[in-house]
Structures are given as C-alpha cells and as structure tokens.
C-alpha cells in the first residue's frame, strides 16, 4: 500500500527549458494515473524526477507520507525502450530488479513472472533473441520482481504494433490485479489511457502543466469496444482539444523544442 | 572449413609456383629460397633448439610488455572514464605523449634504462599503453547512458553501476582494444629487438641479415607472424566466454 504525494514539483533544465511548472499529483494507493499529453507536456520529466533520476527544480516528492529525493526502493520503471541488459540472460535481467531478495524466493519469482508473462523456456535466452515485445515483457517482470509500491511506466508500449500493446495492456492489468501497485502511466494514447487508467491527467506542453484531470469510472474488466468506452474516449480527446486551443495562436511561433520527447 | 581451405588457394599456387621458378634457376635460390629451403632451415634451426630459444624470448618479452602496458592503459582509461575531473587533468598529458611516434622513444630509454631487456620492455609496454588506454576510455565515455539508469532505478550504487553496468558494458570494446595493443606489442618487440639483443627473433632477423641467410630472415617472419596469430587467437578463445551475449559475434579472428 503505496502513495506518492507531487507537490509543486518543477523542472528548468540547465539549457533554460522549462519541462515542468508546478506539479501538483496525489496518487492513492493501488491507483492508476494516466499522465496523457505530447511531447515537450513534461510528462517523462515527471517520471523521471519520481524516479530519483533527475533532481526537481522546486517541489518535493513523498512515498507514504515521507519525502524522498533520489531513487527509491519502492519504485521501480519500465522505459519506452525495453533497456534489458545485453550481457544477462532474460532470467537473470528479471533477477536484476530483486538483487536485495532471498535466492530461494527470488528464484521461485522469476519463475513464476517467466510463466505469466508468456515467456517460460526463455530464461536462458540472451535478450538480443527476443523479439521487442518479449523483451518488453521481461522489462515488465524486472520491473516487478520487487513488489514495487510504486511502478512508473515511460510510454512503454508506443514502440509496438497494435497486437503486441493489446497483450501487454492485458499482461499490465493482470500483474496490477495480483500486485496492486499503485502505477503512474506515461503516455500519448488516449485509447490507452482510458483502457487502463483509473485517472486521465491531460497535460499541456510548454511549459508542462497539469490541463484538465478526468476521473475514468468504466467499470473492470473493461471493453475497448464498448460504447461506454467510446464515449470516455472522445471526453477525453475534447479536454485534449481544450489544452491545445491556448496554444493554436502561438502555434507558428515556434517555442523551444524539449528534448525530452 | 571449406571457406578456411579457399583462403589457401593463394599460398599453395605462390609457394608451388616459387619452387619451381628457383628448381628451373628462373629466380636465385640464394637470395629468395623456395619453401622447401626454408622448411629445412627451420627444421635445423628447432634441431639446434635456437628457433625455441630466440621465440621463448620474444615472447617474454611481448608478455611482460604487453602485460605491464595493457594493465596501466586499462587503470588509466578506466580513471579518466570515471572521473571528468581526472579526464581533464590527465588525459591531455597522454595524448600529447600519444603524439610523440613511439619508436622516438628509444634512444631516451637506452639512456635511462640501459641497452639490456628493461628499455626492451619499456618500449613495448609504451607502444601497448596507448590503443589500450583510449580504448577504455573511449568504452567507457561510450556506455549507454540509458543502463546506467536502469542501475539506479534498481537501486545500485555507484561502485555497484560501475561493476555491474559499466564493466560488462565496456568488455567487447575493452577486448577488441586489448587486441590491437598486443598486435602493437609485436610490433615494438621487433622494433626493440632490431636495435641490438643478442636473442630473440628480431635478433635472428639481424643474424641472418648480417650473414646473408634470406633463408633465417624468412624463418624468423613467418615464425613472428604464426606467434602473433596464436596469441590473438588465444585472447580471442580466452575472452570468448564473456562475449557471448553479443548480437554480432566476431565472425573471424
């Protein structure tokens, strides 16, 4: 049972780019927050800063009530890329995210997140033999080996086709459903975003801020071709709308690209 | 194997071809001995145990050598590599030194350390130290920056990114500049001998040089250039095994 509290978070890389301007987030315990925008909204400046990869500008970030700064125990990521470590076998890049778990027990783990993920008799696989979705399953896993309170998803599955995200949104539901860590999405598809998401954040870019946050109250399991889903879809896409209508005037102006895509 | 005997398609015809354009006097045997000459000769000179001799003492030489400058390059590199400060501080000094051609070195080193193995050792050691040092270096400096990440969102350390991250990391690079710099090393152990030694196989070059034996000079060649080829593959067979999670094996030695 895990919350994370953003309070004002803020972000001006040392070029002068402002990522993120005064932050506000509180995600229950368990809860799933979708952070949706394009790029340069600060929303993988967000994540990284919750990863204690990059120190905030102003703002303060707290694990169950207590602030933390740098990386944390309770928190564990999935990038957009897969980011396996070439030189371990899958089982042991799984292993890699419980380093501080009992053999016996990391053991009976990795076995166990071999077999949900689909990928039992790949352990001893070399990653470069997998394809982009497996790998990402092992990401998936290593991410989770821990029981993270928390788990920070970085647009993880907008490198893969159609069918392969359909799989892995299944896979993230069902490890959420066993584990419930609380999960703060990254991403730019809105059908994702409702699929998934308990809370839709839509974000505006330059600099990042919080737009518009949408509660989404579909019921689970969810149906990506259900009417209801359909209609929280566009809810959606309209507040998107709303976020870049401020933004159309300065459109040919032409503001500071973030690197931060 | 059948690729491997292609590429002996060439050495068979030139040897042949060799052979009987000295059995017909074509070319002087005296000055470019067939095959079968320097085969005699080489066997003469393992019967007399001398090519043993010159060859066990080349190859100390390129051990210790290569031992000494592949050791120094490797902490040097992986210093400036880990410490922008100490990058700032050292590294220019070595590349100017870098831009000194080694082989310069080898009157200062006679002054200073005599004309005996020493100043032998110190040149091959030199010409070992650079490759090796900007290829740690350059390794190290090129480590995706991405799974240093995934270490520290998994919780390691510093020390603990640089052992389990960046080490392996650096390996394949690491191994390919630890070859270069032992093909380096053969270099310099030719060039150390050259300028006076009284065994080893540039010794024997000199030897038959001076008594006007092409046959010796040609032994002495090959035998260098079988040792090298051993001892890259050696390396290679060694270090094998920490390479095999890489996406491009290296195809030939």
Not at chain 2, 68 to 91: E, I, K, N, Q, V
Not at chain 2, 101 to 107: D, L, R, T
Not at chain 2, 124 to 147: E, H, N, W
Request: proline content about 5%.
């Amino acid at each position: 049972m895990t919350t994370l509290a953003i309070e004002g978070l803020s972000k001006t890389y040392a070029d002068g780019t402002e990522a993120l301007r005064d932050m506000h987030l509180f995600a229950h315990s368990g809860e799933i927050v979708a952070l949706l925008g394009g790029s340069g909204c600060g929303k993988t400046t967000l994540l990284r800063l919750a990863a204690g990869l990059d120190e905030p500008s102003a703002g303060s970030i707290a694990i169950d009530g207590k602030a933390v700064t740098g990386t944390h125990a309770a928190i564990s990521a999935v990038f957009q890329e897969p980011r396996l470590l070439p030189w371990l076998s899958v089982e042991r890049n799984i292993g890699f995210g419980g380093r501080r778990i009992a053999n016996g027990e990391r053991r009976r783990r990795i076995d166990d997140l071999l077999q949900r993920t689909g990928l039992a008799g790949y352990g001893d696989r070399w990653p470069k033999d997998l394809s982009g979705g497996q790998q990402q399953r092992v990401a998936m896993a290593r991410a989770l080996i821990g029981r993270p309170g928390i788990l920070l998803l970085d647009e993880p599955f907008s490198a893969l086709d159609a069918f392969t995200r359909s799989s892995l949104h299944e896979l993230v539901l069902a490890l959420w459903q066993d584990l419930r860590p609380t999960i703060l999405l990254v991403t730019h598809d809105v059908d994702e975003a409702v699929f998934l998401a308990d809370r839709v954040i839509v974000m505006r870019p330059r600099p990042g801020r919080v737009h518009e946050t949408m509660t989404i109250t579909l019921a689970r399991p969810r149906n990506k071709l259900a009417a209801e889903h359909d209609i929280t879809r566009r809810n959606v896409l309209r507040a998107i709308d709303r976020s870049l209508a401020g933004d159309r005037i300065s459109a040919t102006g032409g503001g500071a690209i973030s690197p931060w895509v | 194997m059948r690729r491997a005997l292609t590429g002996l398609i060439i050495p068979v015809i030139a040897g042949v071809a060799w052979e009987v354009a000295v059995r017909f006097g074509v070319v002087p045997g005296r000055l470019m001995p067939p095959p079968s000459q320097l085969l005699r000769t080489a066997i003469s000179l393992i019967r007399s145990g001398d090519l043993q001799t010159h060859a066990a003492a080349t190859m100390s030489r390129v051990g210790i050598g290569f031992g000494f400058g592949a050791l120094a390059g490797t902490l040097l590199g992986m210093l400036t590599g880990a410490s922008p400060l100490a990058r700032r501080l050292l590294d220019p000094s070595v590349q100017a030194l870098r831009a000194i051609p080694s082989i310069a070195w080898v009157p200062i080193f006679i002054l200073w350390l005599g004309i005996f193995e020493m100043s032998k050792l110190a040149l091959i050691a030199l010409g070992v130290f650079f490759p090796i040092y900007l290829g740690t270096l350059s390794a190290i400096q090129d480590v995706d920056r991405k799974l240093i990440e995934v270490g520290r969102v998994f919780g390691l350390s510093r020390a603990g990114v640089m052992l389990r991250i960046t080490w392996p990391a650096v390996l394949p690079t690491w191994i390919a500049a630890l070859r270069s710099g032992l093909g380096l090393g053969f270099m310099f152990v030719v060039a150390a001998e050259l300028m006076g030694a009284s065994e080893g196989l540039g010794y024997l070059l000199v030897f038959g040089q001076q008594m006007g034996q092409a046959d010796v000079i040609l032994v002495a060649m090959i035998v260098f250039a079988l040792l090298g080829k051993l001892s890259d593959a050696l390396l290679v067979a060694v270090t094998a095994p920490l390479l095999r999670w890489q996406d491009t094996v290296r195809a030939r030695l």
